[in-house]
């Protein structure tokens, strides 16, 4: 007998969907409209990402989003959001430096934007910080391998847990993460079969970009499956749509329209 859909996501879900076999898509939103259209398609897990901060605001990384610019985003997506988890991105700079930081950020992001749940980039470095957050009953979800807050101190993108070391820090990571609490985890772009290894020795949802099928979950930014960005082609990157060049296509005809005089004709006139 097929399933019922879920009415509503929680943390609770994605462990049961995890048990159960049942994949976890989750897709970033920053906006009322985007995060509107991709909660009536069913996606599980919508997340207030500080990609924001590349796609939205055009900067080279996420490093300069602050936190209000996300609870900006994160206001505008969860008034939009019926049915999935709203998890939304600590951004560099408020979590880092101390515990009692971390948790006062979280509280704001909470509080001002009413999401479900945050999440932060690090391992066992930040686990005193991830405690205090869960320990005030803040639900947190991991991010490791690729961790883009920290672009300044690797220098490239690349695939991390490639080398033997990199990948048992990345695995004792994971579990501290599991240990400490937290209700999920993103892998992005490491080597499947070290998410293979990582599914098989640890127990919470973990949900890959770039990091193969041995997941629970996948993730993308939105901006890149619809093709609205075009000079990003990582091998992981499936897009769906090429709207960058279909909205070209309709604003030249628009501009065209506009200086031929064909805009507005009689039927659009009061
Ligand atoms: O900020 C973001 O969009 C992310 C995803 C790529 C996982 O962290």
Redesign the pocket.
Known sequence: MKKAPYRRITTKTLSEMKHEGEKISML?AYDFTFARIIDESNIDIV?V???ASNVIAGNET?VPITLDEMIYHAKSVVKAVKRALVVV?LPFGTYQSDPQEALRSAIRIMKESGAHAV?LEGGSEISDSISKIINAGIPVMG?LGLTPQSIYKFGTYSVRGADKSEANQLLKDVKKLEKLGCFAC?L?KIPSKLSKKIHKETNIPLIG?GAGDAVDGQ?L?IHDLLGLTNEFNPRFLRRYLDLNSTIKKAVKRYVSDVKSKKFPNKKEMY
């Open positions: 970033t997340l990402g500080d990609s996420t991105d999440k991010h993103v992005e970009i993730v930014v």
